[in-house]
């Protein structure tokens, strides 16, 4: 009788294990596919922050990365804001920030319709929002390298690109219909 606790404490192990497993393989073929900006890494942690999410399909990963992509999106929008009011910032480097703020703010409603289309299984939809979201994190990439200024918050630009690019490419997983 004293087996049978320890076979399911070690069920339970393997099974957090093989959840484990399937974010890092999920992680691995979509960074894997060509063309994207992160990393198996990048996917893992960004994803593993969010309960559940080792054991969500591609709906679940979906909606989990586009309400992360909203809080990245809204700091950096906040940070944006910031900056455009410092009198320490060039009006190159304004320019270049107020690009970033229309990017940011197509961003949030690419987010917002993505996520009411998901809620209603219009994944085509869903995929169309996440591929503009994806072109509005890189209107911001490309507005500090056509100033050739370095971005005045580059960790918070990368990583807005790389959450978009993540969020694009689970949301091309989802069926068509």
Known sequence: ???????????LFLN??????TLEETCKQLAARAGVHFDVNFCITTLQVVPGSNKADAIGLTSIIANLANTNITHNLAKVEELLNSKNVSAES??????????YNKGAEDIKEMTEALK??????????????LTNAFTCV???AESKLEPLMPEEVDDAYKI????FSIGASLPDR
């Open 1 to 11: 009788m004293k087996a049978f606790p320890s076979l399911i404490v070690a069920l």
């Open 16 to 21: 957090l294990l093989s959840a484990d497993a």
């Open 94 to 103: 304004k320019k270049a920030l107020g690009v970033c703020e229309e990017a």
């Open 120 to 133: 209603s299984r219009d994944f085509l939809t869903v995929k169309s929002r996440s591929s503009a979201l």
């Open 142 to 144: 490309s507005a500090w």
């Open 164 to 167: 978009s690019d993540l969020a």
